[in-house]
Nanobody, 124 residues
């Protein structure tokens, strides 16, 4: 059974940093795209970032480019989201995801397993 467990969320002031981690189990992690989505209160779920199975390709939503580098350690079955220069608009529940196959886009239908989510709150 595939499990994704996020950690690292919390409360931070504007301009601060957090590092989200997602520990995966139950499949050959290194064969799949991994990513992060987020959902703020009253808003639709939004793609944040994804990383290819090798770590060689990354994609980001425009609003986090240059601030939220995504990385992965296949030996540890873990994906990370380093969140820098945080803004109040980044406040949301952040979800770790893994793709259905070897490829994944920014569309949520490409991802078949989701973590339980971790809350990130940025105060102004």
């Amino acid at each position: 059974q595939v499990q994704l467990v996020e950690s690292g969320g919390g409360l931070v002031q504007t301009g601060g940093s957090l590092r989200l981690s997602c520990a995966a189990s139950g499949r050959t992690f290194s064969r799949y795209v991994m990513g992060w989505f987020r959902q703020a209160p009253g808003k639709e779920r939004e793609f944040v970032a994804r990383i290819s199975w090798s770590g060689g390709t990354t994609k980001y939503v425009d609003s986090v480019k240059g601030r939220f580098p995504i990385s992965r350690d296949n030996a540890k079955n873990t994906v990370y989201l380093q969140m820098n220069s945080l803004k109040p608009d980044d406040t949301a529940v952040y979800y770790c995801v893994t793709s259905r196959g070897a490829y994944g886009t920014s569309n949520s239908v490409d991802y078949d397993y989701w973590g339980q989510g971790t809350q990130v709150t940025v105060s102004s």
